[in-house]
């Protein structure tokens, strides 16, 4: 992009709550379920029936929101957002916007250079959620499933503190974070449970804000990221040929990677909204709120202060580490087993999370548990095995999910660390290299890794290097 401009973004994101019951009604919220199969009266908006909130959903906004460093109001209500929903039978949508339950809070994110940034939160309120219009089971008639209609979610505003793509990726990414391991919503983009829409403008540095443009609806990092770097590249275009942004929604096409009008955006006026009159105002206590904050797990800024300042570890590894929950807690279960926490930090994040990547499976479906895991690096640790057979054993566990103390057993693997059986090997090499022990001697010393590495070949990676390195120096001196 022209360095002249400058990229600004907030994100409007949709958490949908982890609850069993929708957020006015005892409906299940169950995924997957039949459709029209998990709908209430109050759900369907059947004349007479009247929303009883659900506590456990604010209770869980209110904790999202102490996770997120902001205020709690203790005075919130709901309001009804006229619109035209398809799939919301009642004609309008309970939401919160005069008094929201959550006020001003910050995220901490860390970008790929190493440096941080404070991204501010501008508030939190509770919705319910529409259902979904299915358009492909007829050519001719759009049915509609009101399976989620009246689902909580918690919609967290973001300030337009973001200035790149990056940057509105690593917020995504650590606001995920923090609900899983606050456990509010479960973070799973692809079935709809976070949902983000992404308001993009463009300046010249240090001019007042652009107009803004709304993109709806992106349901994955790599779409946010794609999404903002397209529709800022349109605005500047635009821009620059003379024309003027329109205030819009707009739809990202992911076969094409554009963006596209939707409709011209609406304003606040637009949805008359209006405090819901079946509903009391929601009114909590500070004991209530300060009771909810000590319940509040470990969250991944405290686990990376833990992890540098007392584990030892770099602040990159302890990010990675804590960047998702079940990273955290196999990591936490392997250095619960054996107190070695750099050691395993390094073998979780280089060979397991490799051969994760590779075969596209999650940790928690990993056919090494964390016990598993933790028994390799022991046998590491107390000098069992060396790395390199470390990386062999890794791979039998990876695949069959066999124990890594029967594999070294049965598969004669164990280091050899006998100083006459290494001396043995040492001379054989030696004697079948004369010439490079020559060329050694006479100044180039980078031959040594040559000797050590031709020691290992002929050993099978079974001798400890630390004992080879010690009698191959002698013995070249």
């Given at each position: 992009?022209?360095?002249?401009?400058?990229?600004?973004?907030?994100?409007?994101?949709?958490?949908?709550?982890?609850?069993?019951?929708?957020?006015?009604?005892?409906?299940?919220?169950?995924?997957?379920?039949?459709?029209?199969?998990?709908?209430?009266?109050?759900?369907?908006?059947?004349?007479?029936?009247?929303?009883?909130?659900?506590?456990?959903?604010?209770?869980?906004?209110?904790?999202?929101?102490?996770?997120?460093?902001?205020?709690?109001?203790?005075?919130?209500?709901?309001?009804?957002?006229?619109?035209?929903?398809?799939?919301?039978?009642?004609?309008y949508q309970i939401t919160q916007f005069f008094k929201p339950i959550v006020d001003k809070g910050y995220i901490n994110i860390r970008l790929n250079d190493g440096s941080h940034k404070k991204v501010g939160i501008h508030h939190i309120h509770l919705e319910?959620?529409?259902?979904?219009?299915?358009?492909?089971?007829?050519?001719?008639?759009?049915?509609?499933?009101?399976?989620?209609?009246?689902?909580?979610?918690?919609?967290?505003?973001?300030?337009?503190?973001?200035?790149?793509?990056?940057?509105?990726?690593?917020?995504m990414k650590k606001l995920r974070a923090i609900l899983r391991y606050l456990g509010t919503?479960?973070?799973?983009?692809?079935?709809?449970?976070?949902?983000?829409?992404?308001?993009?403008?463009?300046?010249?540095?240090?001019?007042?804000?652009?107009?803004?443009?709304?993109?709806?609806?992106?349901?994955?990092i790599r779409f946010i990221m794609k999404a903002i770097e397209y529709e800022a590249e349109r605005q500047i275009q635009v821009i620059e040929s003379g024309g003027t942004i329109d205030q819009e929604t707009r739809l990202f096409d992911t076969t094409t990677g554009e963006t596209r009008t939707m409709r011209s955006k609406e304003d606040a006026l637009d949805y008359r909204y209006f405090p819901d009159p079946d509903l009391l105002p929601i009114k909590l206590t500070s004991d209530y709120i300060e009771n909810l904050r000590k319940s509040l797990p470990e969250l991944p800024d405290q686990k990376v202060k833990r992890y540098t300042e007392q584990l030892g570890l770099t602040e990159y590894d302890a990010e990675v580490l804590t960047s998702d929950k079940t990273f955290a807690d196999y990591f936490e279960e392997v250095i619960k087993e054996v107190n070695e926490p750099k050691l395993a930090a390094n073998w979780i994040m280089a060979e397991l999370f490799g051969r994760l990547n590779k075969a596209g499976?999650?940790?928690?479906?990993?056919?090494?548990?964390?016990?598993?895991?933790a028994k390799l690096i022991k046998l590491m640790a107390t000098d069992v095995i060396s790395g390199k057979i470390a990386k062999q054993v890794i791979d039998i566990m990876f695949e069959t999910g066999r124990d890594a103390e029967e594999i070294v057993?049965?598969?004669?693997?164990?280091?050899?660390?006998?100083t006459g059986e290494i001396e043995k090997v040492i001379d054989e090499v030696l004697a079948s290299?004369?010439?490079?022990?020559?060329?050694?001697?006479?100044?180039?010393?980078?031959?040594?890794?040559?000797?050590?590495?031709?020691?290992?070949?002929?050993?099978?990676?079974?001798?400890?290097?630390?004992?080879?390195?010690?009698?191959?120096?002698?013995?070249?001196?």
């Open positions: 992009m022209n360095s002249e401009w400058e990229i600004v973004i907030g994100l409007e994101v949709h958490a949908q709550v982890t609850s069993n019951a929708k957020l006015f009604s005892s409906a299940s919220t169950k995924f997957g379920a039949e459709p029209n199969s998990q709908v209430s009266f109050i759900d369907a908006a059947m004349p007479g029936m009247l929303p009883k909130l659900n506590k456990f959903c604010v209770e869980q906004a209110v904790k999202t929101g102490l996770g997120l460093n902001a205020e709690i109001n203790l005075e919130s209500r709901f309001d009804r957002k006229n619109y035209f929903y398809p799939d919301l039978p009642q004609g319910q959620d529409a259902g979904k219009s299915l358009h492909d089971q007829s050519p001719r008639h759009t049915f509609i499933d009101l399976n989620r209609a009246g689902v909580a979610l918690m919609e967290i505003v973001s300030e337009p503190d973001m200035r790149s793509a990056e940057e509105a990726a690593e917020y919503c479960d973070g799973d983009m692809e079935k709809g449970s976070l949902r983000c829409d992404a308001n993009v403008s463009v300046r010249k540095k240090g001019a007042p804000l652009g107009t803004r443009c709304e993109i709806k609806n992106l349901n994955s499976i999650e940790i928690t479906d990993s056919k090494i548990s964390a016990k598993s895991f057993e049965t598969e004669n693997l164990k280091q050899v660390t006998d290299n004369q010439d490079k022990v020559a060329e050694y001697k006479s100044g180039k010393d980078k031959l040594f890794g040559f000797f050590v590495g031709q020691v290992m070949k002929a050993s099978g990676g079974k001798v400890n290097p630390d004992i080879v390195n010690k009698i191959l120096k002698d013995k070249l001196s």
